[in-house]
């Protein structure tokens, strides 16, 4: 049956069903100048034509009060931005991030021929995912996927604090791969020498990886090395907090004292242990840690690395594999869990478990001397 205005509100109808039960309406015109009809209810349930009449109030108040006309907002909701324009804000903005140029290449390289030029505002978690098995189906390693996964994330994150779009990121849908990070490659005491014979006549990579190796300090730690943390007197090296930990000191071999204080006669307390030299000489700025590395992998990789995959992180001899050596070293020599830990300055002691080892003879001695 066809609706029936109402005789005394304006706007307002009412519709009899087949049922004899009764259908309330009312009607407005949006800023577009298109009528719209909304039900408000069935009399079997409760509902008069008064309900009618109070909704249409209160819609007729909001789009008298609104702030912008409601065509603006469903333009606003409509409006394509792509991956792209919002990639080339973040990048623009975020030039502190973390090797930000490599980042953008990668970026470029890999994630904008897939999802480049989708529209961020309809972009689904299923075409994030597929761009995942995409990766892997290439023969990226887990760790590489991750990383692609949490750029992209990091760029609609921006896009939405920014206001420049309003969803709910569909990364968060989407599971990182599982990742086996314990580096199985460590050291041996030849090893150690022979690489060291093999930088003597670079000072830097050579003193680098002689701290490395006589405290176990992570390479930003030791690329944030001054002068002033270097206590002779004492004997003993300072690092600055790293990861949340305070600083904390360890002594200095005697074999590293030497090194360090033929190094450091000429430098005041506050500059730089691994001060930059390219562009130019400045002992106030310390080495990146990719400029530090490109001076000792190159050796690493012709002494260790022959053969092995670029990305295989698990036997792949790094600057870091110079720090979990030196923690087996300390097991070797007998130290135990606790001593380990706070030489290696790790939160937790689950941490320092990795690098515990105990020989087949240690074990021995004790079952010998049960009874």
């Known amino acids: 049956m066809a609706r029936i205005k109402s005789k005394s509100n304006v706007g307002v109808y009412k519709e009899v069903l087949v049922s004899g039960d009764i259908s309330y309406y009312y009607t407005y015109k949006d800023t577009d100048g298109k009528k719209c009809w909304v039900k408000i209810g069935l009399k079997s349930n409760g509902y008069s034509e008064r309900d009618a009449v109070v909704q249409r109030r209160k819609t007729m108040t909001e789009l008298e009060n609104a702030q912008e006309p409601i065509y603006v907002k469903k333009n606003k909701r409509q409006k394509v931005v792509t991956l792209n324009q919002l990639a080339h804000y973040y990048f623009d903005e975020k030039r502190e991030i973390k090797n930000h140029r490599d980042a953008y290449l990668k970026y470029t390289n890999q994630i904008a021929p897939i999802l480049g030029f989708d529209n961020i505002q309809t972009l689904k978690s299923e075409k994030i995912q597929k761009f995942k098995q995409i990766l892997l189906e290439r023969g990226y390693k ?92 004492f004997n003993t090296i300072t690092f600055i907090a790293m990861k949340k930990r305070p600083p904390y000191s360890v002594v200095l071999h005697q074999r590293l004292a030497i090194a360090l204080h033929k190094w450091c006669k000429d430098l005041r307390p506050e500059e730089f242990i691994f001060f930059r030299e390219n562009p130019s000489l400045n002992k106030s700025v310390h080495l990146s840690y990719l400029g530090i590395k490109k001076f000792i992998q190159p050796s690493m990789d012709i002494l260790f690395n022959k053969g092995l995959p670029a990305n295989d992180r698990i036997n792949k001899v790094t600057l870091y594999t110079l720090r979990h050596s030196f923690g087996s070293l300390l097991s070797k020599r007998g130290a135990n869990a606790f001593v380990i830990k706070e030489l290696m300055n790790h939160s937790k002691i689950d941490m320092t478990d990795r690098y515990v080892k105990v020989s087949s003879q240690e074990t021995k001695k004790y079952i010998d001397a049960i009874l």
């Not at 580096?183 to 150690?192: F, H, P, Y």
């Not at 990579?205 to 007197?233: E, H, M």
């Open 142 to 233: 887990p760790a590489s996927v991750n990383y692609y996964l949490a750029l992209l994330k990091a760029i609609i994150n921006y896009g939405i604090y920014t206001d420049r779009i309003t969803i709910i990121n569909p990364c968060c849908k989407v599971r990182l791969l599982a990742i086996n990070n314990q580096r199985k490659r460590i050291l041996t005491e030849e090893e150690i020498e022979s690489l060291l014979k093999r930088l003597s006549h670079q000072t830097k990579a050579y003193l680098f990886v002689l701290i490395a190796i006589f405290t176990g300090a992570r390479p930003k730690a030791i690329l944030n090395l001054q002068c002033k943390n270097i206590d002779f007197s």
